[in-house]
Every structure is written in structure tokens, then in C-alpha cells.
């Protein structure tokens, strides 16, 4: 069983940044896919980012070119630095794994979650 605590969120201004990150209970390593995904209250799970178990990452459209994920497997970490904020980007976030080479982009496909961290992004 994977244990992910998401950390890192806050309040920023449109146009700001921060860093969220992941820590897993155990190497993420080249067994498991990871992804990004958030939500507003409302709305289904929207995934932002997916990394594939070889490390090959993409972005979501909306996010992409502002967003940039990373993982120390060392650190049993992933992380999500985001930037130039927009009032839309504002959700809970959360980082999901799956024991699966493919990222996919279903949550239900997921099987570990994060507890969720809070942006939120003023105009």
C-alpha cells in the first residue's frame, strides 16, 4: 500500500507561483505511473499532469508551459512548481499513483491519492 501527503498549497495572486509537492511512502521509482490532478467544488477531477513510469511527462493544455512537474526518486518525491497563476487555476490538488507503466488520464485509474492541497489564485 502507497501513502501520498500532498503539501505546498496557499493564496497567490494571479500571475504568481508556487511549489507543491508529494511524498510517497515508498520509491515511485520506474514501477509506477504518478499524475497531477485537481478539482473545484462542482466539477470532476481534472488531471494537469501525468508522468509515465519512464519518466515521460505531459501537460494538460490548459497548464501547459506554466506547470512543470519533477520526481527525486531518492526522496520519494514528486513536486509541481506552478506558475503564472490564473484565478481559474484555483482547486484542490492532488498527486495520484498507479502501479501501471502508462499514465493515464482517468482518475478512476488511480489508486493512491494524496489528501489535496488548496490554491487558490486572486484576480
Known amino acids: 500500500q502507497v501513502q501520498l501527503v500532498n503539501s505546498g498549497g496557499g493564496s497567490v495572486q494571479a500571475g504568481g507561483s508556487l511549489n507543491l509537492s508529494c511524498e510517497a511512502s515508498t520509491s515511485l521509482g520506474t514501477s509506477y505511473s504518478v499524475a497531477w490532478f485537481r478539482q473545484v467544488p462542482g466539477k470532476e477531477r481534472e488531471g494537469v499532469v501525468f508522468?509515465?513510469?519512464?519518466?515521460?511527462?505531459t501537460y494538460a493544455d490548459s497548464v501547459k508551459g506554466r506547470f512543470t512537474a519533477s520526481k527525486d526518486d531518492a526522496k520519494h518525491t514528486l513536486y509541481l512548481q506552478i506558475g503564472r497563476l490564473k484565478p481559474e487555476d484555483t482547486g484542490t490538488y492532488y498527486c495520484?499513483?498507479?502501479?501501471?507503466?502508462?499514465?493515464?488520464?482517468?482518475?478512476?485509474?488511480?489508486?493512491?491519492w494524496g489528501q489535496g492541497t488548496q490554491v487558490t489564485v486572486s484576480s
Open positions: 495520484a499513483g498507479a502501479r501501471w507503466f502508462r499514465a493515464e488520464r482517468e482518475s478512476d485509474k488511480y489508486n493512491y
Open positions: 508522468i509515465d513510469s519512464t519518466g515521460e511527462t
